[in-house]
């Protein structure tokens, strides 16, 4: 089976900009978690999708947004990017049954706001 | 904030076994433990979960306490691509809060040739 993918890679945006970043899930998987990682800050969950409803939300401000669509892919939107928002953000897919959940995660997209 | 406390740093010695240790004294019944794994800059890797009874798999084993409040991964013979940082997660099955992960800092590892 394939992994979690994770489209783009590398992104560089400017302070103000919007930008979508895309994760699709390991076949099968029904939840799909995204989570911001800088060094400050370590890892921190932002949103879970399950059956194209956010199930979960972390602590983070309104211009971080997300959707999932029927096939389980999912998208995670920032508006009016602010150079903090520079930080590897990662997607991680899981059966979502209720004895084994591991969440597999995808290599991640590193942005960049200048 | 996290529910587990990890050393910041360890050594290891190429070839021999490495134990990583983690404390998570608070937690409950129906919480898993997992272990993941970051090599610089990719995504986590898992690596292995257990409730209460001890766990094996191709990469490592688990050992957890009888009372469930600590456990220790075991990598049995360490090598260098085994350089990472290692992130011990307690977290519940059930929708709702307790399902997202909740990262500490980990126990960044280095195996030495």
């Known amino acids: 089976k394939a992994g979690v993918t994770q489209t783009p890679r590398y992104l560089i945006k400017t302070r103000g900009q919007q930008v979508t970043l895309s994760c699709s899930p390991i076949s099968g998987h029904r939840s799909v978690s995204w989570y911001q990682q800088t060094p400050g800050q370590g890892l921190q969950f932002l949103f879970e999708y399950f059956s194209e409803t956010q199930r979960n939300k972390g602590n983070f401000p309104g211009r971080f947004s997300g959707r999932q669509f029927s096939n389980s892919r999912s998208e995670m939107n920032v508006s009016t990017l602010e150079l903090g928002d520079s930080a590897l953000y990662l997607c991680a897919s899981s059966l979502a049954n209720s004895d084994t959940d591991t969440q597999y995660f995808g290599p991640g997209t590193r942005l960049t706001v200048l | 904030d996290a529910k587990t406390t990890q050393p910041t740093s360890m050594d290891c010695a190429e070839g021999r076994a490495a134990n990583l240790p983690c404390n998570h004294s608070t937690i409950s019944g129906n919480e898993y433990v997992y272990w993941y794994r970051q090599i610089h800059s990719q995504g986590p890797q898992y690596i292995i979960h257990g409730l209460k009874n001890n766990e094996t798999n191709e990469m490592a084993s688990l050992i957890i306490t009888e009372d469930r409040k600590s456990s220790t991964l075991i990598l049995p013979h360490a090598t260098l691509r085994d350089t990472a940082v290692y992130y011990c997660?307690?977290?519940?099955?059930?929708?709702?809060?307790?399902?997202?992960?909740?990262w500490g800092l980990g126990t960044s590892l280095a195996v030495n040739p």
């Open positions: 997660i307690v977290r519940g099955l059930n929708a709702g809060n307790n399902r997202k992960l909740i």
